[in-house]
């Protein structure tokens, strides 16, 4: 009869079945993993499935939708950041390394190839720059003619007027 008589009577039974349950658990042949565990388990494994089968028909179209906005968005943003960041670096890189790459192809060009092939390519890398300092050559003595020829024609022009200005005088 004295108070808070029943709060002490569950929590003494909460700490026996506590017990139990530690002691029983450690034993492989225990009520628990004998008796109480199979039919839980199996329980357990069935409420996951319907859990997890009304989790997909909910949140697959989140999932898409999601899906395609971060495949989309985001790694593309991330591609366009990466690609600002990255192509000043790429770019020292390359400068950095310009004359060792130079320098290995030319080694490369030399030592690689036959010295009459080279000299067959010399000479026709001399003619093809003939060829362009002739072709410019010839576009500026074309722009020229055509500026004297211009200056020719102003000058025949004024020489007209000046001639028709006497005779109207």
Same mark, same amino acid.
């Given at each position: 009869?004295? /108070?808070?008589?029943?709060?002490?009577?569950?929590?003494?039974?909460?700490?026996?079945?506590?017990?139990?349950?530690?002691?029983?658990?450690?034993?492989?042949?225990?009520? #628990?993993?004998?008796?109480?565990? /199979?039919?839980?388990?199996?329980?357990?494994?069935?409420?996951? !499935?319907?859990?997890?089968?009304?989790?997909?028909?909910?949140?697959?179209?989140?999932?898409?939708?999601?899906?395609?906005? #971060?495949?989309?968005?985001?790694? !593309?943003?991330?591609?366009?950041?990466?690609?600002?960041?990255?192509?000043?670096?790429?770019? @020292?890189?390359?400068?950095?390394?310009?004359?060792?790459?130079?320098?290995? @192809?030319?080694?490369?060009?030399?030592? !690689?190839?036959?010295?009459?092939?080279?000299?067959?390519?010399?000479?026709?890398?001399?003619?093809?720059?003939?060829?362009?300092?002739?072709?410019?050559?010839?576009?500026?003595?074309?722009?020229?003619?055509?500026?004297?020829?211009?200056?020719?024609?102003?000058?025949?022009?004024?020489?007209?007027?000046?001639?028709?200005?006497?005779?109207?005088?």
């Amino acid at each position: 009869d004295f /108070p808070n008589y029943a709060e002490r009577s569950k929590l003494f039974a909460t700490v026996l079945v506590m017990i139990f349950l530690l002691v029983d658990l450690q034993s492989p042949v225990g009520f #628990v993993r004998c008796v109480l565990y /199979p039919p839980c388990r199996d329980l357990c494994l069935a409420m996951w !499935e319907i859990i997890y089968t009304l989790a997909m028909i909910i949140f697959m179209p989140v999932k898409c939708i999601y899906r395609s906005v #971060v495949e989309i968005v985001i790694y !593309e943003l991330y591609d366009i950041l990466i690609l600002i960041c990255y192509t000043p670096v790429n770019i @020292g890189k390359h400068l950095l390394y310009l004359p060792l790459f130079l320098y290995e @192809g030319v080694k490369l060009y030399f030592f !690689e190839n036959s010295w009459a092939g080279l000299l067959q390519r010399a000479v026709h890398i001399i003619f093809i720059l003939l060829f362009l300092d002739s072709a410019s050559q010839t576009d500026l003595l074309q722009m020229f003619e055509q500026i004297q020829l211009g200056k020719r024609m102003r000058n025949t022009v004024r020489h007209v007027i000046k001639h028709f200005k006497g005779k109207d005088t």
